[in-house]
């Protein structure tokens, strides 16, 4: 599976972006599908997971309330809306597969990772 991540880039305090993680080579099939960022001297954080089917879903509480994943499995793929977005926000954020259809927050059950995309939020 190859994993394309994009939409990030720079928006202001209090604006919104929506990611987008395609999936290439083979879709996404009965996995689950989750998001992560990592800025700058940080490790890598977990910010929510979808499972398979859509229905469930498993949201840092860091992001709760700003950040929304869906999916559109007819596409191959997942999305992430970020809004009320702070310049904490900012770092690189990546999508990656589980290994499971349940929607983790555990950084070790994705196996398949994309390259990232960058979001910088200003203040």
């Known amino acids: 599976v190859q994993l394309q991540a994009s939409g990030g880039g720079l928006v202001q305090t209090g604006g919104s972006l929506r990611l987008s993680c395609a999936a290439s080579?083979?879709?996404?099939?009965?996995?689950?599908v989750g998001w992560f960022r990592q800025a700058p001297g940080k490790e890598r954080e977990f910010l929510a997971s979808?499972?398979?089917?859509?229905?469930?879903?498993n949201t840092a509480d860091s992001v709760k309330g700003r950040f929304i994943i869906s999916r559109d499995n007819a596409k191959n793929t997942v999305y992430l809306q970020m809004n009320s977005l702070k310049p904490e926000d900012t770092a690189v954020y990546y999508c990656?597969?589980?290994?499971?259809?349940?929607?983790?927050?555990?950084?070790?059950?994705?196996?398949?990772w994309g390259q990232g995309t960058e979001v910088t939020v200003s203040s």
């Open positions: 979808i499972s398979w089917s859509g229905s469930s879903t």
């Open positions: 080579g083979r879709p996404f099939g009965s996995r689950a």
């Open positions: 990656a597969v589980s290994a499971t259809g349940l929607p983790v927050g555990v950084r070790g059950s994705y196996v398949y």
